[in-house]
């Protein structure tokens, strides 16, 4: 069975731009969360969605939204790129959002903004 | 607001060896989970081993161990046997226990880049 996958792998962008950013969870999964991994540091929360509903939202300005589609695959969008946007953006997913779900990751896509 | 420290940016260890990765968190909370990911440099986030703060036991998967202390919300991760392949980036997380309904987010510490030396 294929895991969690993310398009594209890497993306250059310039400040002011729009991304989206894309994942595909494992088959089966209905929950997909959204991390940030800025160089040196751990992942940190952006977004979970479950069931198309968003169930989570970490400290993250407006200018970052994202949405899920009726076969559970996941959007992510950033507007008005800044230089510190750039980061590694990686996508999970769960079965559901029971506490004994684990959370598979993808690769995830290094977004680079200059 | 829960919060999770690992105080060792860099460890290194001799191919066959021990070593212990540290991570403290703190937390308000009696019920939760935590975890050790592994990242290596393909970037692929790779779950080691977990724990659950009810369970007196510490977890133990393979070569991988876990000293699991509540009192002094520590959590720190054995590797026995080094191997090259161990080589990545460790991060230590927490996940609140909640209730079916709510997030399971992760929140993660700053990670541990663990080199293994032949």
């Known amino acids: 069975d294929a895991g969690v996958t993310q398009s594209p792998t890497h993306l250059i962008k310039t400040r002011g731009q729009h991304v989206t950013l894309r994942c595909s969870p494992i088959?089966?999964?209905?929950?997909v969360s959204w991390y940030q991994q800025v160089l040196g540091q751990g992942p940190q929360f952006i977004f979970q969605?479950?069931?198309?509903?968003?169930?989570g939202r970490g400290n993250f300005p407006d200018r970052f939204s994202a949405r899920q589609f009726p076969n559970y695959s996941s959007e992510l969008n950033v507007n008005a790129l800044l230089l510190g946007d750039s980061a590694l953006y990686l996508c999970?997913?769960?079965?559901?959002?029971?506490?004994?779900?684990?959370?598979?990751f993808g690769p995830g896509t290094r977004l680079t903004v200059l | 607001a829960q919060t999770v420290t690992q105080s060792q940016p860099e460890m290194s260890v001799q191919e066959a060896e021990t070593v212990t990765l540290s991570c403290t968190y703190d937390?308000?909370?009696?019920?939760?989970?935590l975890f050790w990911y592994k990242q290596p440099p393909s970037r692929q986030m790779i779950l080691v081993i977990r724990?659950?703060?009810?369970?007196?036991q510490n977890a133990t998967e393979n070569r991988f161990s876990v000293n699991f202390q509540k009192a002094a919300k520590s959590f720190s991760l054995k590797i026995s046997d080094s191997q090259l392949g161990d080589a990545a980036m460790y991060f230590c997380?927490?996940?609140?226990?909640?209730?079916?309904?709510?997030?399971?987010?992760?929140?993660f510490g700053t990670g541990t880049l663990l080199a293994v030396q032949p």
């Open positions: 997380a927490y996940r609140s226990s909640g209730f079916s309904g709510a997030t399971n987010k992760l929140i």
């Open positions: 724990q659950e703060a009810y369970k007196q």
């Open positions: 937390t308000s909370e009696s019920d939760y989970y």
């Open positions: 088959s089966g999964h209905k929950s």
């Open positions: 999970a997913s769960s079965l559901g959002l029971a506490n004994y779900n684990e959370q598979f």
């Open positions: 969605y479950y069931e198309k509903e968003e169930r």
